[in-house]
């Protein structure tokens, strides 16, 4: 861990109010600058690794809000997952991690077919069953959260229904790649179906590699460092044998791990120039606004927008999504309070932190509440599955969407 992130802080506050979890506790050692502190005090031998401790540092959702308050431009969550994933480096991955995501996750044809046990358990009614008689409150409660957690999943993941071409509608003014996100197309392949038809309405030939594997995220979580650089080569080389202008993804998670293959991979040129062409779906579309408005109709909502840590701190984009939003004839939009506070949902946090997890939730249903929103937006799989189950328990009447979802709809009316 570079020690200078660490004696940057100069202790100000700052980052206090914007920390989900020092919201929640009023705790200095569940907050950024406590955190920074302790890191720093184990650094320097002070500290020894307590369980107490690591359960403080644990409970940080790395949804580095700190980071974009902090002046001095210290890093709190991207320090606790640094020191996270050292920790789990020098331990070594479990059996099942190793199969997970040696066996399973690199190969999108074995994700694919493990979903089928779920997909029979949903069309056979047995999910309902065991909804209804509530059996699962007798199983541990990560399993309970992650059956709740589990929408209805599409009858065939996207990748397998897509061409690799997709061509351009009218003149053809590029070619971009896209980079599906495994979440994307096996749970939220209706908005990815909608990111390549906005994508190709707009003249772009899109590009979508079938031997395209996932971003890395899930093994730099688990200190895999020679799984996540595995994975970014393949990525790289994979969509290296495309001519493509950039290489767009509609995942906020997956857009903020393919932007730092550069650092994962700082010898390598390719991976400079691989993230340098990364863009978030709303970047590109911004571009051509005043052209995707004359092609929408009106479509009469009262609309908010989620901003998903991934897309808000990590990749630095607010603008773009809530623009392309109002451009849309009818919609009212109204701003959320505190609407790039994280919603719980981290990775796999809601599950691991169920108790931390609910509280942040609930705060983000209280803003979704007072806003008067029909339908709230947001770009990430993590807050899609997180709101879809807040909202289905607390605010049934208001509904979901990603971002290319509602934009896509208003194309699709004037169609
Ligand atoms: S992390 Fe940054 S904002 Fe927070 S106390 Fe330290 S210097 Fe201030
Ligand atoms: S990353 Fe999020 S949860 Fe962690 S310290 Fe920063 S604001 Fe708090």
Not at 9 to 28: A, D, I, Q, S, V
Not at 316 to 334: A, D, F, H, Q, V
Not at 347 to 359: F, P, R
Request: charged content about 20%; proline content about 6%; glycine content about 6%.
């Amino acid at each position: 861990m570079d020690y200078v992130k660490l004696i940057n802080c100069m202790r100000c506050g700052m980052c206090l109010p914007t920390c989900p979890t020092y919201k929640e506790t009023f705790l200095e050692t569940a907050s950024p600058r406590g955190r920074v502190a302790l890191l720093k005090k184990m650094h320097d031998g002070d500290l020894d690794q307590s369980e107490r401790l690591l359960e403080f540092l644990s409970l940080c959702l790395d949804c580095q809000a700190c980071a974009s308050a902090c002046p001095c431009g210290v890093n709190a969550g991207e320090l606790v997952a640094e020191f996270t994933c050292e920790r789990k480096t020098a331990h070594g991955l479990s059996f099942l991690e190793q199969q997970i995501l040696h066996n399973l996750v690199p190969h999108p044809d074995r994700l694919e077919h493990s979903l089928a046990p779920l997909r029979l358990y949903q069309r056979s009614g047995l999910q309902k069953l065991v909804r209804t008689l509530g059996v699962l409150k007798m199983f541990p409660k990560p399993l309970e959260r992650m059956e709740g957690l589990l929408p209805t999943l599409p009858p065939r993941p996207l990748r397998r229904e897509i061409s690799e071409v997709t061509p351009a509608i009218g003149t053809e003014r590029g070619t971009v790649g896209f980079f599906l996100g495994c979440v994307m197309s096996l749970i939220f392949s209706d908005a990815s179906r909608a990111t390549i038809t906005l994508l190709s309405a707009l003249g772009y030939r899109v590009i979508t590699p079938r031997h395209q594997v996932c971003c890395g995220a899930p093994h730099m979580l688990s200190g895999d460092l020679a799984g996540l650089k595995d994975a970014a080569h393949h990525n790289i080389d994979i969509f290296g044998e495309y001519p493509v202008d950039f290489i767009v993804t509609d995942c906020g998670g997956c857009g903020a791990e393919l932007k730092k293959y550069r650092h994962h991979l700082e010898d390598d040129p390719t991976a400079a120039r691989f993230s340098a062409q990364i863009r978030d779906i709303s970047q590109l579309l911004a571009l051509h606004g005043e052209e995707l408005r004359t092609k929408m109709t009106e479509l009469p909502l009262k609309v908010t927008y989620h901003d998903p840590c991934h897309i808000a701190h990590c990749q630095g984009i607010r603008t773009e999504p809530r623009e392309l939003l109002k451009m849309i004839p009818g919609i009212s939009y109204r701003e959320l309070d505190c609407a790039d506070s994280c919603c719980g949902s981290a990775g796999t946090y809601n599950i691991a932190h169920t108790d931390m997890s609910d509280l942040i939730l609930s705060r983000k249903l209280d803003s979704i509440r007072a806003s008067g929103a029909e339908l709230v937006v947001t770009s990430n799989p993590g807050c899609l599955l997180q709101l879809k189950k807040g909202l289905a328990e607390q605010l049934p009447d208001v509904r979901l969407m990603h971002l290319t979802e509602v934009l896509a709809q208003s194309l699709a009316t004037n169609q």
